[in-house]
């Protein structure tokens, strides 16, 4: 009998044949060995078919596992189903951090950095690019052992979609803690968030505008505060006092309450703002972990874009305003720093990304997704390979400079195509010709 398992959002249902969660991993190694073909779920928070199957699905959250930190040379060895919220509260009380964080906490970090998945900042390239190592069973069972160092095709290897097998373990660099301040600001008119885009995206570690594109937009600026400065926020003495604010800055105003990403939604759930201190993990995303929303009645797509056509896509979003706002509830623009890994959405470029809260409802949200498609495609853009786009593989394989490397290395790694699923077959086919 088939199971059914749904996504966060509920709009995909996954109709595995057989789901399995192994309890050790010899018992996971055999599940792989034995099944046709099998594909892995994170947490479920993608918006499309990535990670369905009507074959095998594992799930890898009976698997134990453990954070080893090893202070020294700076990594941490973390089990791939290790939520964000778990691994950051974890790398903090031992003195440590990721570089960067999304917006929601809740997301595993095998499936984030499948998928390509980002948070904001100049400076911050996507959660994969920091991966130094990888423990995966490949399609026989066996334990593969990957590392940036020594493993050719490791640039191929991180962002890699499910396709090359279940990863089991992640090694990641990790920094020193470290201590944000949030302020925002609303009420930035869109021509002038447009003309002063380096500006904006600069002022802070990681940065995020959010806007309907018809009305203004809403500046999230997450400044990183130099350790022992903490109560200097503010600019109240000191030697080295980060600056204060602007209360007014880019035409907006500074906000002396919460704010919620979608103005008018209650803030409780949001992470701390006004300029209060706080670590990383608990300031770089936007929603609080110990919030852990369910479900969502929401739709979501994203664009990355070269940083340097950042002004001609925005200008064409915001002409665009009037067809997307009536099906948008939020969209959010943010810059993500390039990294080499071959199907990364921002490989080999500076990025800015355009990303689309939209109503749960896809009919009506198709309309202004294909106009938005239409336009950003011919700037350069690459879809979120966890959220809804329309394009379809034939667009999303060409905005990669090294899909035919990564079609190679899946026709090396996994010929029969063991963990390939529709949605990877119909981008790079068992065998390899489109
Ligand atoms: C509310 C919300 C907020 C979000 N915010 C952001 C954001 O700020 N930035 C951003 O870029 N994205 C964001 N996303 C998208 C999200 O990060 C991606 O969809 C991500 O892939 C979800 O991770 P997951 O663990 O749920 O993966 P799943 O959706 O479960 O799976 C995604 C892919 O990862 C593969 N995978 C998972 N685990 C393994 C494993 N162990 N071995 C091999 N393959 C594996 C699956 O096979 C599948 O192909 C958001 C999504 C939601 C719902």
Known sequence: MTEQIRNWAGNI????????????????????????????????HSFNRIADTRDDLVLLDA??????????????????????????????????????????????????CATGTHGSGDANPGL???????????????VVELSRDSSPDFPGSVVALGALGVVTHLTVDIVPTFTIAQHVYEGVPLPELMADFDTAFSAGYSVSAFTDWVGTASLWVKR????????????QGGQHPPAAPEPDWLGGRLMDRPAHPIPGMPTENCTEQLGVPGPWHERLPHFRPEFTPSSGAELQSEFF????????ALAVVHKLGPVIAPVLQISEVRTVAADDLWLSPSSGR??????????????????????LEQELLPLGARPHWGKVFLSGPAAARAAYEKADDFQQLLDRQDPEGKFRNDFV??????????
């Open 224 to 235: 990183q505060i130099p350790a022992g400065a903490q109560h200097l926020v503010g600019g």
């Open 63 to 112: 698997l134990p596992g453990d954070v080893e930190i090893d202070a020294e040379a700076r990594t941490a060895t973390v089990p791939a189903g290790i939520r964000l919220a778990e691994l950051a509260s974890r790398l903090h009380a031992a003195g440590f951090a990721l570089a960067n964080l999304p917006s929601l906490p809740h997301i595993s970090l095998a499936g984030a």
């Open 128 to 142: 994969a690019a920091p991966v130094r190592a990888l423990r995966i069973v490949g399609p026989a069972g066996d």
């Open 13 to 44: 249902d996954l109709r595995p044949a057989r789901a399995h969660r192994p309890a050790t991993l010899s018992e996971l190694q055999r599940i792989v060995a034995e099944a046709n073909r099998v594909r892995v779920l994170g947490s479920g």
């Open 305 to 312: 874009l070269p940083r340097t056509r950042a002004a001609e």
């Open 350 to 371: 500076a990025t800015v990304t355009l990303h689309f809260t939209w109503s749960p409802d896809l009919t009506a949200v198709t309309p202004a997704l294909s106009a």
């Open 425 to 434: 077959r119909d981008l790079f086919p068992v065998g390899g010709a489109l």
